[in-house]
């Protein structure tokens, strides 16, 4: 029995993984890059498992890319902030958690990243929704059933799986190779001004 799932498991992820397009994920690297130029802010967000790894996409750009001498990306998990989310959840709703957030420290030309399996969680929506109004660019990284999360995004990714666990893999995925690539490219950026 278990066998049989991890076959079925792996040749979904398989399936999956051949089936993204990987000239979306190379914007989405070239968006990240830009930020550092132009000195923009990324925020990252999502729920459950999402919200995990918004945290492990904020630690692989903040910390994992770095090289020093080479300037660094400005990224942040807004699922890090634990007290604010339960007070704006217990006064407010916890359809806001994120936006109030944003609206402490959005500015135009930021970035903002969301992460979701159904692509239709309200309070990323909502994110998203008062990110377009503030002029900043939205990346979503999402299930086959898109959401609402789409048509608010100026960068989607539709992983091509309505399984949770293969969507919440991809999205890990698709950190870990634009990740390491920035590293690997500021390694050789410091060699080259070094010479």
């Known amino acids: 029995m278990f066998r049989s799932y991890y076959i079925e498991y792996q040749s979904e992820w398989l399936r999956v993984i051949?089936?993204?397009?990987?000239?979306?994920?190379?914007?989405?690297?070239?968006?990240?890059?830009?930020?550092t130029e132009k000195?923009?802010?990324i925020f990252v967000l999502g729920n459950g498992g999402s919200a995990a790894s918004a945290s492990h996409w904020a630690c692989d750009f903040g910390k994992g890319v770095n090289v020093d001498g080479?300037?660094?990306?400005?990224?942040?998990?807004?699922?890090?902030?634990?007290?604010?989310?339960?007070?704006?959840?217990n006064d407010m709703s916890y359809a806001?958690?994120?936006v109030e957030q944003l609206k402490n420290v959005l500015n135009p030309g930021d970035i903002v990243i969301g992460l979701s399996v159904s692509g239709d969680s309200e309070n990323v929506v909502r994110a998203f929704q008062y990110a377009r109004d503030s002029g900043a660019t939205i990346i979503s990284l999402i299930g086959e059933?898109?959401?609402?999360?789409?048509?608010?995004?100026?960068?989607?990714?539709?992983?091509?799986?309505?399984d949770y666990g293969v969507v919440e893999d991809a999205h890990m995925y698709v950190n870990h190779v634009?990740?390491?690539?920035?590293?690997?490219?500021?390694?050789?950026?410091?060699?080259?001004?070094?010479k």
């Open 18 to 35: 051949q089936q993204l397009d990987v000239s979306i994920i190379e914007k989405i690297y070239k968006t990240i890059k830009n930020s």
């Open 145 to 162: 059933k898109a959401g609402r999360m789409k048509g608010l995004s100026d960068i989607s990714l539709v992983i091509p799986s309505s």
């Open 39 to 41: 000195n923009h802010q």
């Open 70 to 89: 080479v300037k660094r990306i400005r990224i942040f998990s807004l699922t890090d902030q634990i007290p604010l989310m339960t007070a704006y959840g």
């Open 178 to 194: 634009i990740s390491q690539y920035m590293r690997k490219e500021n390694v050789r950026n410091k060699l080259l001004l070094e």
């Open 96 to 98: 806001d958690i994120f």
